[in-house]
């Protein structure tokens, strides 16, 4: 298989891109607090993000708030694992917005760094993109206006802090942007409950069930 074509089955699996996480646990040693432990496979339902409603619309647009917050969720079975995530949850909620509607989304951090969102593949406007350096401080807020002048796909929010964005992403911050039109709206492809976003991710647990991020500044200086 060539290199090109390689990438382009990648594309194009991203873009159906719903949630399932291949936990990387100890292989019958700890990996880090605790003992090791054994999850069941292909026995766990499949968890699917929340739609987030606008917390106000217009005629034109629809206004989001998010909260940015540390909490706890059971990914494993019978433990519970510290996340930062975005309205707490691993992944955050969905954002499903329709095509020349703008959007209008503030973000509040109340975590305990720097972050920034960025929205990844939209057509934003400079002031909106999430450059890395464009950060949110703990107790801040940050408005993102996101036009959707563009055809129906399947984007994703995340944090893109300089410094930061590797472990803020592992920890949680990362959600499903989806844009609708009324040309996708028209085809026979599957609604409602059976329309389903597909979110694949690695990660490490230790046998507390805490996440085991081990970043590049502990790599350097440990």
Known sequence: ?????????????????????????????????????????????????????????????????IVQREAEQEILPGRTTKIWGYQGLFPGPTLRVRRNRVAVVRHTNRLSTHTVVHLHGGVTPADSDGFATDMVMPGESRTHIYPNRQRACTLWYHDHAMDRTGENIYRGLAGFYIIDDEEELALPLPRGAFDVPLLLQDRNFNGDGSLHHLSLRRILHP
């Open 1 to 65: 298989m060539k290199r090109r074509t390689a990438l382009g089955l990648i594309v194009l699996g991203g873009a159906g891109a719903a949630i399932t996480t291949r936990f990387a646990v100890s292989r019958g040693r700890p990996t880090g607090h605790g003992s090791a432990i054994t999850v069941p496979r292909f026995e766990l339902p499949l968890k699917i993000p929340p739609v987030l409603d606008p917390t106000r619309r217009t005629e034109t647009q629809d206004e989001y708030d």
